[in-house]
């Protein structure tokens, strides 16, 4: 299964911020949507992802200073992304190698969605389930 089975049950929304963006906006996204990332888009493509272990990193170095910038400054650059012909299976080990949480999911260059590895873990679990009953059922119909 593709990355294109779990983007059709979240929708096409996906949140996002420009690199000029000040961090203090950024940040209260973050929490009014109480979400742990972003995309950062300018002119249509994604340039970055902004998270809160960026904001953290910035926070240890600067202090509360570290809210008087702009987004760009901070964000993890360039961002790894994947397309929604990806499979499951590549993403989850794509994350895990990574140590990522998050991937935008790019199509001709245009942002369509954004994956967390929990979308990945909760798609193959269920898929996992699926097969297990389909399985019970024919054993205890054989």
């Known amino acids: 299964m593709s990355i294109a089975a779990i983007l059709q049950g979240k929708g096409g929304q996906v949140v996002q911020v420009r690199s000029t963006d000040s961090i203090l906006s950024a940040v209260k996204l973050l929490a009014d949507k109480r979400i742990g990332c972003v995309p950062v888009v300018d002119d249509g493509q994604v340039v970055g992802i902004f998270s809160e272990r960026d904001l953290v990193y910035r926070v240890a170095t600067d202090g ?17 992304t994947i397309d929604d012909q990806t499979p499951v ?10 140590r990522i949480r998050h991937l935008p999911v790019v199509v001709d260059g245009a942002l369509v969605g954004l994956i967390s590895i929990g979308d990945l873990v909760k798609f193959r679990i269920d898929a996992i389930e699926s097969e297990a009953s389909s399985l019970r059922d024919y054993i205890q119909t054989a």
């Open 89 to 98: 299976i590549h993403g989850l080990s794509l994350m895990t190698k990574r």
């Open 64 to 80: 509360a200073a570290a809210l008087d910038h702009s987004v760009g400054d901070v964000m993890t650059t360039p961002p790894i």
